[in-house]
């Protein structure tokens, strides 16, 4: 009875949530909660799923990418309707993208006018779906017609081969059909006696971008068909895709694309069945899983849980440029010049290997060191903006009225170093990097600490790109595009020379383990503002303080690739039930990459 109260008050608050009252989401124990599917979700909300490869995410939307920033490597070309040859699937895709309408004919390089182009069709009365192939003549030439076989045909192809018959809204079921039945009806045109199989993703406009494969004879097997879905009418709808769809509630969250748009499959606390559910709340078919393709945010559906494939690992790295600490340095203490005493430490923290955080950038003003900061590749580092004033504004409970919009310090007076371990005592790697320029937030508040942010941009070196020569010990930290690649509970890391339990600055670069804590106004009340996120422990075990601050917190996606999540900002260094406040990096994705531009913070999605 419980459950029942609980889903009536639900919906009554989302009635009462919105103003023009039209909208009633029903929710179960699986789809949900409504104030996710408020945001109506679908395939393109690059906040929660990866864009396809002809696409990038831009503000939160999948956008088309140019044809020519395709990969060149390993291609097949492709025949277009128009008789226009291609590099690859991948810019057939970016053109059809562009255009919204379907380019792809069949993979070839024989494309002249005379030759036959792909077509389907789909029978008004039985749901039969019917293909025209070219290139696939028994003869060599030509092509050849053919049905689809049933063994890959489910939803999602359904859905495409809807669309492609001009039923915008997809199918209503993936269906199949006894051959001996169909051919018993005697017809002016005998059917094919050959089927292929058909696989599908959903995104596709035609099945002529699905994969094709596996020509056989039918002999008495079923055949695939589709029924379509009629036009949504006003009709009483359990779930309504973002397309208009009407859906059972049994339908969403089974990591089935029974929308065609995967808007079913965006908002989920729980997936039905043996879907997958990535921790952005999406559901997966359970082949995703381990498939080698990444499509959870944080890799999750790819990581070491879920899979065996070691090789998917291996085959990631090679390709990330951030997040993963550069392997082989030797990390023993003793040859780097470590006192083995043990020293006090940052709030509840430890003493770093001497090149373990590869991102950690000391920023110094005047040869101190004022701050923390972290490398994000190219030549930028982020930092916290209170720290790029002349009198640098030190952590406080709550910012008091002395505070002062910080003049830029002199550029001359500042630098960056790299692979700093003891801040006495240069590492071999120690690198010392003057700046080219500071850019502060613009929006930055001094009183409010709101936009405490600061890039800090390092000066090339002589008639170079670069701005310090290639170094084991520096790696640059990935940069979060949204603020749904990680979830409250997670652990993640903070690191700094701030000061230790005992008040002194500590000898050693040093870390701590966090978590991320959900609905931190309870904490800060007022101060809290959108952009700053909070972390740490409740007892005030583990903090950032005085001295970390700019530092990172950085944490580890499910294939252990690192992001810069927040930079330390402000907090009250270990007080209980007071959990340090950092800057939301997420949230300022646009302004850095407005700086840097795409290649800096580009991991996948771009
Ligand atoms: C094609 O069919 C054969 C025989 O049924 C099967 O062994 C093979 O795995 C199929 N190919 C693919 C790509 O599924
Ligand atoms: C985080 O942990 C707290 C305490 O263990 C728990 O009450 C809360 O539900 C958790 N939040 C999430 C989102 O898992
Ligand atoms: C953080 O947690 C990890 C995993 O539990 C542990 O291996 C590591 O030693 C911890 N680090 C610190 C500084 O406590």
Known sequence: MTSAGASLLLLFLSVSVFAHGTTVYKTDEFLG????????????????????????????????????????????????????????????????????????????ESCTA??????????????LVQLFVPGTGSTGGGGEDLLVCQDQWDTAAANVACKESGHTLGAAAADTLSYVSLTS????????????????????????????????????GNVAAATCAQPATDEECDFRCVSGKCLSLSQTCDGVDDCGDRSDEMCCKKCRGWAFRCSSGVCLPKDAVGDGQIDCLDGEDESRKH??????????????????????????????????????????????????????????????????????????????????GPNPLLSKPTPGPDDRIPQKPNLGDVQVKFSLWRPARALPTTDVIPIADLHIHPLYNPNTRENDIALVQLQKLPFREECFENNPAVTPVC????????NPNHTCTISGWGQTAGGRRAHYLEWANVSLIEDCQRFHNDDLKPGMICAGALDGSVDACQGDNGGPLVCEDELGVSYLWGIVSWGSCGRPQSPGVYTQVAHYFEWIRRHTGWPTVTRFNF
């Open 114 to 127: 005379d030759e036959p182009k792909f077509s389907s069709s789909l029978d008004e009365f039985t749901g």
């Open 185 to 220: 009806v005697p017809s002016e045109r005998p059917l094919p006696d050959r089927c292929v199989s058909v696989r599908c993703q959903g995104y596709e406009s035609s099945l002529s971008e699905c994969v094709i494969y596996n020509k056989t004879s039918i002999n008495d």
């Open 479 to 486: 940069v979060p595009w949204t603020s749904r690649l990680f």
């Open 307 to 388: 899979t065996e494939i070691r090789v998917t690992r291996a085959h990631m790295e090679s390709k990330v440029k951030c997040g993963v600490p550069k392997a082989g340095s030797d990390d023993d203490e003793e040859e780097w010049g470590s006192i083995s005493r043990r020293v006090k430490r940052v709030v509840g923290g430890q003493r770093t290997k001497p090149t373990q955080i590869q991102w950690q950038a000391a920023i110094m003003i005047n040869r101190r060191l004022e701050c923390g900061g972290a490398y994000i590749g190219g030549c930028w580092v982020v930092t916290a903006a209170h720290c790029l």
């Open 33 to 108: 909660p409504a104030e996710c599917l408020e945001n109506k979700f679908d395939r393109e909300s690059c906040d929660l799923v990866f864009c396809r490869p002809w696409q990038s995410c831009v503000n939160g939307r999948c956008a088309c990418r140019p044809p020519y920033k395709c990969p060149t490597e390993g291609l097949a070309q492709v025949c277009s309707h128009s008789n226009k040859l291609v590099r690859s699937y991948c810019q057939a895709m970016a053109v059809s993208c562009q255009t919204k309408k379907p380019f792809m004919s069949h993979f070839g």
